[in-house]
C-alpha cells in the first residue's frame, strides 16, 4: 500500500505561479513513475506530467513550457511548478504513483482554481 498526500492548491490569478507537493509513504520502493493528473467539472481525468524513477519527465501539450515535474527521492516527495497559469487550467489535482506491480495508487486531489 502506498499513500499519497498533496498540497498546494488554491486560487491564483491568471499569469501566475502555483507549486503542489506530493508526499508519499508506504511501499513506495516500487514505485517505477510518478504523474499528475487534473479533472475539470464535467470532463475527463487527465494526463498532466509524469516523472519516472530515474528522472525521465513527460508533460501533456497543453502544459508544456509552463509546468514542471521534479521529484526529491530524500523526501518521497513529487513536486509539479506551475507557471503562467490559465482559466482553462482550473481542475482538481491528483497524484499518481504507478509500481512494478502493476498496481497504481492516487491521491486524494487539490483544488487548483485560476481566476481573475
Known amino acids: 500500500q502506498v499513500q499519497l498526500v498533496e498540497s498546494g492548491g488554491g486560487l491564483v490569478q491568471p499569469g501566475g505561479s502555483l507549486g503542489l507537493s506530493c508526499a508519499a509513504s508506504?511501499?513506495?520502493?516500487?514505485?517505477?513513475?510518478m504523474a499528475w493528473y487534473r479533472q475539470a467539472p464535467g470532463k475527463q481525468r487527465e494526463l498532466v506530467a509524469t516523472?519516472?524513477?530515474?528522472?525521465?519527465?513527460n508533460y501533456a501539450d497543453s502544459v508544456k513550457g509552463r509546468f514542471s515535474i521534479s521529484r526529491d527521492n530524500a523526501k518521497n516527495t513529487v513536486y509539479l511548478q506551475m507557471n503562467n497559469l490559465k482559466p482553462e487550467d482550473t481542475a482538481v489535482y491528483y497524484c499518481?504513483?504507478?509500481?512494478?506491480?502493476?498496481?497504481?495508487?492516487w491521491g486524494q486531489g487539490t483544488q487548483v482554481t485560476v481566476s481573475s
Open positions: 499518481n504513483s504507478a509500481h512494478w506491480s502493476g498496481d497504481d495508487y
Open positions: 508506504g511501499s513506495i520502493f516500487s514505485i517505477y513513475s
Open positions: 516523472i519516472t524513477q530515474g528522472g525521465t519527465t
